[in-house]
């Protein structure tokens, strides 16, 4: 059985996660790193490795969920036509010698 999320549990929850997105923008923009997923752990006395699996499965998860359903990506029809697009991309390139 699966233990519970030790951030999702944490006192100080908001500010950890405050702190996860200001390393990805410290990241992006090659800044310095006091972000870190190490740095916030020591910081907040919870190992690496929980502050990752908070972010893929706390963070992002749901994030890609509502992005998906912005833009119908879970519609049947626009499903159906991805489908059928790659499918008439695949025999272009068949037909162009690929």
């Known amino acids: 059985m699966a ?3 030790k951030i999702c549990f944490h006192p100080k929850r908001l ?19 006091l972000f870190s997923y190490r740095k916030i752990a020591l910081r907040y006395g919870v190992s690496k490795s929980a502050i990752g699996h908070h972010y893929r499965e706390h963070m992002l998860r749901p994030q890609a969920k509502e992005i998906r359903a912005a833009l119908g990506l ?8 991805a489908r059928q697009w790659r499918e008439s991309l695949g025999r272009i390139f068949k037909s162009n010698g690929g």
């Open 74 to 81: 879970d519609n049947p029809e626009t499903i159906e036509w």
């Open 3 to 5: 233990g519970r999320c």
């Open 15 to 33: 500010e950890i996660e405050n702190e996860i997105m200001m390393g990805f923008r410290e990241r992006i923009r090659g800044e310095r790193r």
